[in-house]
């Protein structure tokens, strides 16, 4: 799959400092119910449309609680932190990434000539991962950067606002620092929601989200993943391929007040199911 920039959102949220907790979900032009059917508007005219297209994130976020519904559907005895362990290790990472991408900001700020507070839109430039920011002479090579944003697609939306011209449009006068450099991760999380792949169950354990009550008693150097399945469940069957990832500093907080200890040092993951139902690993990788 291949996804250019302007396939992210200007309104799209941003996961610096959550990377582990966050994915991407369709967004833009959804079809949802209109909340103002039948309502008359301020001429008295009365509003037939049942179905509108609105886009946002709040339009995403009923994605995710779908698939999340659909997931504790299946498998009734995940706890509320793995049914979004399944959405997060299932999430698709295999899709090209976009060299740059642009986010919009909206707030209050003073006028040009400080003697007002007005609302201000501001525009972020982010180049992700190896894509550096063009320089020239020691300062941003805002020409490429145009350039950058055109093949991405943003001609229609934000290429004009990097014009040399027109770049107040990006950086504040007082300094707002208008272009970054972000991970992939920083953008799109886990990756983009997959249903299909969450609905065979989980597809990674996953150290970066577990705590030290995971560690196994007989082995620090070991986190087991708990999974309580009784007789009532019936043989429960996760068919994806099981992989591991273990701690990644990088992707979190150094001073973060929840951050666990021994978690970081562990060196495997294995499954610790409790409960006399049957658990049957389908995938290549298995885990005991």
């Known amino acids: 799959m291949f996804l250019r920039g302007v396939s992210v959102p200007l309104f799209s949220n941003g996961f610096k400092g959550s990377i582990n907790y966050a994915l991407m979900a369709p967004g833009n032009n959804v079809l949802a ?40 559907e299946k498998f009734p005895f995940l706890k509320p932190n793995q049914v979004a362990d399944v959405l997060l290790s ?3 990472q295999n899709f090209k990434k976009p060299k740059v991408i642009v986010k919009k900001t909206t707030g209050r700020g003073v006028n040009d000539d400080h003697t007002a507070v007005v609302d201000k839109t501001y525009y972020t430039v982010f180049y ?8 020239k ?8 950067v145009r350039k950058d944003l055109d093949a991405e697609g943003y001609w229609r939306v934000a290429g004009d606002a990097v014009s040399d011209s027109n770049i107040n449009q990006f950086k504040d006068p007082e300094g707002y620092n208008w272009i970054q450099k972000v991970s992939w991760q920083e953008v799109f999380g886990q990756g983009i929601l997959d249903i299909e792949k969450a609905l065979n169950g989980l597809g990674k354990l996953d150290a970066n989200r577990m705590g030290d009550d995971y560690i196994d008693p007989n082995n620090e150097k070991q986190a087991l993943y ?27 907080i150094a001073d973060a ?20 139902g049957l658990l049957t690993l389908s995938g290549k990788n298995t885990y005991k």
């Open 33 to 72: 119910a209109n909340s103002a059917y039948n309502l008359r508007d301020e001429l008295g005219i009365r509003d037939k449309k049942e179905f509108i297209k609105i886009s946002g994130t709040s339009q995403a976020a009923p994605y995710v609680s779908g698939a999340a519904a659909l997931v504790q």
């Open 90 to 92: 299932t999430a698709n």
């Open 128 to 135: 992700l991962d190896d894509n550096k920011i063009p320089m």
């Open 137 to 144: 002479d020691g300062k941003v090579d805002t020409a490429q």
């Open 226 to 252: 708990p999974l309580e399945i009784n007789e009532n469940h019936g043989e429960v069957i996760f068919s994806n391929d099981i992989d591991e990832r273990l701690w990644e500093e990088k992707t979190h």
């Open 257 to 276: 007040q929840n951050r666990p200890i021994k978690i970081p040092s562990v060196t495997q993951i294995g499954i610790k199911k409790t409960g006399d």
